[in-house]
C-alpha cells in the first residue's frame, strides 16, 4: 500500500526540523527517558493511544527491530506476522544496518524509512527463558512501552509471544490483537485446531465421527459439536482440559446440529430435526437442565442459530418462506422476523450465519449464481456487502477483534480456510491440506 | 403386525347349531302337547328341554362374549406390550448414545439380514433420488415406494431405516436438514398407505457419505438419494 512510502517523503521533510528539535530537548528529556514509561503504566480502562496522532484512513507504520541477541530471532519472527495479521499497522522492512544488541535504537534511521513505532525485543538479565518487548515511538525517540514476556523460550514460548503481540496491539489501538487464539474445524470428519498463526494444527479427539459443526464456550475451556456415533447424532459437550464429554438431553435421539453457546456461556442453542421439521431449541447448561423450543417448523427447517452479544436475540436460518433464509428473533421465540433481504433472482440461499462479538455485523454464505460468497450484514442499517468473489466461499466465523473472518474457501483450487479483514479486504491462507470445513474461532486463550 | 383390532369373531359352534334349535323346540314344545298356533312363534316355557336348549344358547352366547372380550384384552395387551416395547427400545438406544459418545464409539450400525428372498430384498433396498434441493417424491420415486409398500405388508415384522443423503453442493448443516425432511417425506408416504410409524426409522446423512465421490452432475444425481436397510428381520 502507497501509505507507507507517502509517509517517508513526508518525514523526510520533517525529519530536518525534528532533528534540531531533538538533539535541543535530549539534554532535557534524556533524565526524563524512563518518567514516560512509568506514566504510561497507568492507563485507563478503555486503553489509551500512545500518544500519535494517526491521519485518518492510514495505519501506523511500524517495525521489528532485526539485531536481536541470539536466540530470539523466532520470537521476532512470531511476533512480525502476528503484528502483521492484526492487519492494524503497516509492517516496514527493517533498515539493513543493525545495531548491537542492547544499543539504543537509532530513531534516526527508522524515520528515515517512515516508521511512526518500533518494536524491539531484549533477552532479560539473569533470566534466560524470559524476553523483554519494547515498544518505541520513533516520532517522539523513546521507549514508550515495555514489557516482559516469560518463558519466550520454554513449551509456553509460542503462546507467551502472541498475548505479547496483542498487548502490544493494545498499547497501539486500545483494544487487543488476536494472536493468542485458535481456530476449531474438520477435515475427514474429524476435529482438528490450528493456531491463528496457522502452527500448532493438531486434531482433537471427539465423539464419533464424521464430528461436525464445533463451537467454542465463551471461556474457551469447553467446545460443543455434533457427532455422528452408532445409534445416533447428539451433541456433545466436551471439557477441552480433561476431556470429559456430557451429550445434551434430547439429543440422544433424531438429528441434532449447528450448535452455539451463548456469549454468557449459560445456554446452548441448537437444531434438532425430526419427521416434522427442524427447529431450534435451547438448553440451559448452566443449570444443566431445561431443553425448551424456540420456533414451529410446520414442516420447514430452522437451523444454524446464532447468539447476539447481549443474549437476546438469536439470528437464524429459516426454510418457511421456500428456500433458506436469515430471520431473527427474541432468545424465547417470539417476534421472529427477516433478518437479510435477499435481491429475487439475483441471489440465492442464505445459510451458516455468525454474529460478530461486538454485535453489529453478521456474516454469511449466500449463492450467488449457484456459488456461495461471504457476505456481512450491518445490524443497525440492515445493509448487506458482499466481501468475496473468486471461488466457493462459505460458513465465516468471526475472530473475536470482530473485524476478522475465517471462512472455506476453494479459491486457489484447495478446500482450504482462509482468514479475511473486514476493514481493509486483505485476505491470507489459513491452512494448506485441502478439505477443510466448518471452522469456528475461539475466544482469547490465556494459555494454549 | 396389522393396526387393526380384530373383529370378535362368532364361534362356528353356534352358528351351525343356530338353525337346529329352533326346529328342535318346535318339536318338542308338539311332543309334550298344546303345539304352537300354526305361523306363531311361541316360546315352550315350561318345557324343561326347551328350557335346557335356551341354557345352552344361553351359555353359548355367554362364552361367546367371554371369548370376544378374551380377544379383545389380549389385543389390547399385545399393543400395551408393544408400546412398552419400543420405549424400553428407545430408552436403551438413548443409553446406548451416551455410552457411545463417552468411548470414540465409531462403528457402523448393525447391518441386519432381511429373511427376505433375494428379490424382495434387492427391491426394498433400492435406492430412489430426488432432485437439486428438493425433498418431495419424484414419479419413479412413488412407483419404488408402492414396491417396498407391498413387502412391509406381507412381512409385518420387517423394520427399516431411511436414509436420506444430499450431493455436496449447497452448505453442509443445511444438508444435514435437507437429507432429514428427504428421509422423512419416504416414510411419511409409507405410513399414509398404513406401515406402522414404529417400523420405520429415519436418519440424516446429509452430504457426508456420498455415493460418487466426481464433482460430475452425475455424480451429484446418484448422492441425492435415500437409501433403505433393514433393521428388524422378517421372520
Redesign the interface.
Known sequence: MSAGRGRGRENDALTAGRAALSLAAAACFGCLAVAPARAQDSIPPGGVRVGITYTPGTRPALVVATGTAAGLDSVRAILERDLDHSDQFELITPPGAPGRPGDAPDYRVYRAVGADLLVGLATVEGRSDAVEVQLHDVRRGSLVRRASVADAGGAGGRWAVHRAADEIVRWVTGRPGIAATRLLFVQNGRLWRVDADGAGLAPVPSAGRPTLSPTWSSDGRHIAYMAFVRSGQPIVIQDLQSGEREVVPTTEYGLNITPEFSRDGARLAFAHGTEAGTDIFVYEVARRCCVSRLTVGRFSDNLSPTWGPDGRRIAYISTRAGTPQLYWMDADGSDPEVLARFDFGATGQTNGPSWSPDGQSLAFHRDVGGTPQVFVLDVATRAVRQLTGTGRNEDPTWAPDGRHVCFVSTRSGTRQLWVLDVETGRVRPLTASDGARLPAWSPRLASP | MNDRPARPRVRPSVRLCAPAIVPLWVLLAVACGGGPQPGAVVPAADSAAAAAGRDSVAAAARRDSVAALAQLDSVAAAARADSLARTAR?TA??D???A???A???????LVLSGLDSASTAELSAVIRFDL?RSDLTDASVAALDRKLRILQANPRLEIQIAGHCDE??????N???G??RA?AA??YLVEHGISEGRIG????GE?RPLDPGGTEEAWARNRRDEFAVTARAR
Open positions: 428407545e438406544r438413548a446406548s448414545v451416551r457411545q459418545v463417552q470414540d464409539a465409531t462403528a457402523e450400525p448393525t434441493d453442493r449447497g452448505s453442509d448443516e443445511y444435514l436438514a435437507l432429514s425432511r422423512a416414510k411419511r429415519i436418519v440424516s446423512y457426508e
